[in-house]
């Protein structure tokens, strides 16, 4: 199964980002909590995107959502020509810290590793691509 | 989003409906900032017509504890879905609030003495 979407850098597309993540993995049979976690992963990476977005970006985020061998992969692809990023140097702020500090934000890639069994971020065609993956094997619905 | 507000007696219960995400985030955040202004020192948030919670909403709740601890106001949530009280779980979140399974439970906490 490949399913495709394109929605503008504008937070208010993300409703329809959600649905779409929702109507595509709703045949998969998986709990109700977990299809929430996996729109939810989705969602927060596509939040970040826009809500990061240089001025000058006008294309669209394409997601594309990947069924096979029992794997669960989500390609997000940032067009909007920033420069890449490394996960390996992400450190996950602690929650204490953020509260003191009186932040907003900051949790979402946190939610998105805790949610997902990989997360990569690499470079193809000029795009930075954001690859999430999840075993589907053990998430089926009893 | 909308986010009905409610004064019962000296609780402030705030209600948000719908989904709560980087969009509606800031209508979220006003209302517990009204909910402040007004000198509100008991506020509950009661997540019953909540549908959908993100990192952005989380955030919002976060973002007023160390203000709520300096001004004495007491915070309780209540009312969760399962779907929602799972984001707060996955980052223990709900370790540091108190959550309660309905509304009686979180005004019988905000009621204490």
């Known amino acids: 199964m490949r399913l495709n979407l394109h929605i503008p850098y504008d937070s208010r597309y993300l409703s329809d980002l959600r649905r779409f993540v929702w109507r595509a993995l709703r045949p998969l049979e998986l709990s109700e909590i977990t299809l929430n976690q996996l729109v939810l992963a989705v969602d927060e990476v596509c939040s970040n995107l826009i809500i990061h977005v240089p001025a000058a970006a006008t294309d669209r985020i394409a997601v594309e959502i990947i069924v096979q061998d029992e794997w669960l992969t989500i390609e997000i692809v940032d067009t909007s020509g920033r420069s890449t990023f490394d996960m390996k140097e992400y450190v996950p702020p602690r929650i204490q810290a953020l509260i003191r500090s009186r932040r907003k934000g900051g949790l979402g890639l946190r939610l998105v590793r805790s949610i997902m069994d990989k997360v990569d971020v690499f470079e193809r065609e000029g795009c930075r691509v954001w690859r999430l993956q999840k075993a589907l094997v053990s998430e089926k619905a009893s | ?113």
């Open chain 2, 1 to 113: 989003m909308e986010v009905a507000i409610i004064q019962e007696g000296d609780i402030w219960v705030l209600c948000p409906k719908g989904e709560l995400d980087a969009a509606s985030s800031i209508v979220f955040d006003e209302a517990i900032e009204k909910a402040e202004a007004q000198g509100a020192q008991k506020i509950l948030i009661d997540f019953e017509e909540l549908e959908y919670i993100s990192s952005a909403g989380l955030g919002v709740i976060l973002s007023h504890l160390d203000e709520f601890e300096e001004k004495h106001i007491k915070l309780a949530i209540c009312s969760m879905k399962p779907k929602v009280a799972n984001v707060f779980e996955i980052l223990g979140v709900d370790r540091l609030l108190n959550i309660y399974h309905n509304r009686s439970e979180a005004n019988a906490y905000l009621n204490e003495a």
